[in-house]
């Protein structure tokens, strides 16, 4: 019996013990994460699936896991050979995971899941669909008793990002979120997302790779600010400068705070980021339910986060283009890893660039069109010969974080693959020329990118675009480019990305991503418009790109692109890559 069946039949027996018909582990930690620490990797460790998205499913007669589009080839290879078996998100031939339970399961069947990684608002959804059919048991997790082995929260030591960099200071955002408080008639705020604390704080962690998070919770009032987590975090110098504006209190101590609250408070809380051990805490008083204002402030970058996040792009652009412009793309050959630890290299150069922003993807031949395939020392593919490379890969800078990813090509390409490119190019410059109303949210644009490769009967199933952090996380909301009809208003200062693809699964895969800031565009007669500031600079693929399908207008937008890239980088990069950048933004006239 392999481990990870050995796994699932001990967690069977635990179910069991404990009156269970079910368990399910959705992989996120109780501050709703999307990348956690080791700790809460609980969907790894039954599964063996190492995605950032996905909900396993264990009864007494199935395993299953279910992931979206991104994640189909890399879990069917993953939970190869073991009980798991996979279901698909959002495809009408496999049933969610709980209509699953509601239909395969007995009347009166509980279902067990960890009341600390379960948001207040996914219960009262699962309950809904369950209604009277199945019973919900939130309750400590029981793979404790399982994973005897599971590590211990982290207690990484913190740091402050100076006041140059981040535009305020903590104080100035605390009087900012205060004056929403007021607005709002609430006496307290509840904030569970690291990265809203992180922002609000000033301070950045590392308890979670390619994050800047630390563990932690904040309860703020009218007049003071507590700040719950580990006691190690801080040197002497920074403890001091803190308890100017917070009281630290540990982790734990938050319930106890939420229990003795005064009868009179109005807490303001998100239950779709409030897990239901914390609400167990509540007291008596009076509740409202909403997004965290910090959400919002976060994602609408100052002016002082916006010239960093310049910065930091023109900083990437000098490692990418010195990175491309040393490989040898005819008779070269190296490995996926090998490429992305070459421009691991280039950005570490910077004396700014702290470290990457997520694990790099870089997916050769037909590992490229696993949407987010993670090259590991068995699956590390040679790069060869005539192919093309997904190359997928972000910086954390002191000042600004960066997603780039670049289809690059290896040897002679097919007809197929430029003008798959091609399509997809079309499509990543429609929407980066977008102007649109005040008000317009990325649902609403998310067509524009599909739009070329929908005329051809093709299509991609993942997210447009996605927003982007200041020295945070690399996945940042509200704000979203996507089919699913998210009601986020597209607002001055939010990053988002722009990253169309197309994935032929066993061939290849094409994605072209750059970062775009939303910026106001003109006000008329019929309001006031937005459009948006494109960030990122490197060179696009031009032996992929078929100027014969392009318009003039989109000849002339890859024209100035590569224009205002070579301008900005020629004087920064190494010797060695000054003959790419000058031919990489050559001109697509001399190619009609």
Not at 267 to 288: A, C, N, Q, W
């Amino acid at each position: 019996m392999n481990i990870i069946d050995k796994r699932v039949e001990d967690l069977r027996k635990a179910m069991a013990a404990a009156g269970l018909d079910g368990w399910i582990i959705n992989g996120t930690d109780p501050h709703q994460s999307e990348y956690v620490p080791e700790r809460y990797r609980s969907r790894e460790f039954i599964s063996s699936f190492t995605g950032s998205a996905g909900l396993a499913l264990v009864t007494g007669e199935k395993a299953l896991l279910w992931v979206d589009s991104r994640y189909y080839l890399q879990a069917e290879e993953q939970i190869a050979g073991t009980v798991f078996e996979m279901m698909k998100i959002d495809v009408p031939s496999d049933p969610d995971p709980y209509t699953y339970l509601k239909t395969n399961l007995p009347e009166g069947s509980v279902i067990g899941i960890d009341e600390a990684t379960l948001p207040v608002g996914e219960r009262t959804r699962i309950e809904g669909i369950f209604r009277s059919a199945l019973v919900l048991k939130p309750m400590e997790d029981i793979l404790d008793l399982v994973w005897t082995d599971r590590p211990a929260l982290p207690e990484h030591e913190v740091v402050e990002v100076p006041v140059e960099y981040a535009g305020f200071t903590m104080g100035e955002k605390l009087q900012q979120v205060r004056t929403l408080m007021v607005e709002a008639k609430a006496t307290h705020l509840l904030l569970t997302t690291l990265d809203d604390i992180a922002w609000l704080t000033n301070l950045r962690g590392r308890d979670i790779p390619y994050n800047p998070l630390f563990m932690s919770y904040m309860l703020i009032s009218t007049e003071r600010a507590c700040l719950y987590t580990g006691e190690k975090r801080f040197a002497e110098q920074l403890r001091a400068r803190l308890e100017e504006d917070l009281v630290l209190q540990p982790y734990t101590q938050l319930q106890d705070d939420l229990s003795n609250l005064w009868k009179h408070a109005v807490l303001h809380y998100d239950p779709h980021k409030t897990s239901v051990m914390v609400e167990r805490s509540f007291g008596p008083y009076e509740k409202i339910e909403g997004r965290a204002f910090t959400t919002d402030l976060k994602a609408r970058k100052n002016e002082v986060e916006l010239e960093g996040m310049r910065r930091a792009h023109l900083l990437d652009g000098v490692a990418l283009v010195n990175f491309l412009g040393r490989l040898d793309r005819k008779n070269g050959s190296y490995t996926e890893l090998e490429l992305a630890a070459r421009l691991l290299d280039e950005r570490s150069r910077n004396e700014h660039f702290l470290g990457e922003s997520f694990n790099a993807i870089s997916g050769f031949g037909a590992h490229g069109a696993i949407v987010h395939y993670a090259a590991s020392e068995e699956s590390n593919a040679k790069v060869e010969g005539d192919g093309l490379l997904v190359l997928d890969t972000g910086g954390t800078y002191a000042f600004g974080t960066t997603d780039v990813t670049r289809t690059i090509l290896f040897g002679k390409p097919t007809e197929e693959q430029v003008r798959d490119y091609t399509l997809v190019l079309k499509g990543h410059l429609a929407l980066a020329s977008a102007r649109f109303p005040e008000g317009t949210c990325g649902y609403q644009l998310d067509v524009l990118a599909r739009q070329f490769l929908w005329q051809e009967g093709l299509s991609y199933f993942h997210g447009t675009g996605h927003g982007v952090g200041f020295r945070l996380n690399v996945h940042e909301g509200p704000q979203s480019i996507s089919p699913k009809p998210i009601l986020a208003p597209l607002k001055e200062g939010m990053v988002v990305s722009d990253e169309p693809g197309i994935y032929r699964s066993g061939s290849h895969g094409i994605r072209i991503e750059n970062l775009l800031a939303v910026q106001k565009d003109e006000t008329t007669e019929f309001g006031t418009f937005h459009s948006f500031e494109v960030l990122t600079l490197c060179p696009l693929e031009r032996a992929l790109i078929d100027p014969g399908l392009l318009t003039g207008e989109e000849i002339a937008m890859v024209d100035a692109y590569h224009g205002w890239v070579h301008d900005e980088l020629y004087e920064l990069i190494d010797d060695e890559a000054v003959a790419y950048l000058e031919d990489a933004t050559r001109s697509l006239l001399g190619d009609e």
